[in-house]
Nanobody, 131 residues
Framework: DVQLAESGGGVVQPGGSLRLSCVGT????????MYWVRQAPGKGLEWISA????????FYSDSVKGRFTISRDNYKNTLYLQMNSLEPEDTAVYYC????????????????????????WGQGIQVTVPS
């Protein structure tokens, strides 16, 4: 079975940093694009970052560009999200996700995200930035 397991969340003061990790098992991690998606309290899903299978191409939503960095270690089957300059608006549950479907053009176009857009999801991890 495919499993994605996030870690590294918590409470951090505004301006602080956190690094999320996501370990993928049960599939060929290095063959798959990987994504980070978040859901703030009372809001819908928001795609925030993507990385291609080799890790050489990265993409970000406008809301996190310049503050967050996505990366991956295919030897460790691990996806990362380095989050700097955190703001209260970054408070959300963060998910890693993957799907074989090419999603990046749709995501960069600002289309809404639903659970059906990605085949596999992690359980999610809470990041809280108090105001």
């Amino acid at each position: 079975d495919v499993q994605l397991a996030e870690s590294g969340g918590g409470v951090v003061q505004p301006g602080g940093s956190l690094r999320l990790s996501c370990v993928g098992t049960g599939f060929t991690f290095s063959d798959n694009w990987m994504y980070w998606v978040r859901q703030a309290p009372g809001k819908g899903l928001e795609w925030i970052s993507a990385i291609n299978s080799g890790g050489h191409s990265t993409f970000y939503s406008d809301s996190v560009k310049g503050r967050f960095t996505i990366s991956r270690d295919n030897y460790k089957n691990t996806l990362y999200l380095q989050m700097n300059s955190l703001e209260p608006e970054d408070t959300a549950v963060y998910y890693c996700a993957t799907t074989p479907q090419k999603m990046i053009s749709y995501l960069l176009g600002g289309g809404p995200v639903s659970r059906d857009d990605f085949i596999h999801w992690g359980q999610g991890i809470q990041v809280t930035v108090p105001s």
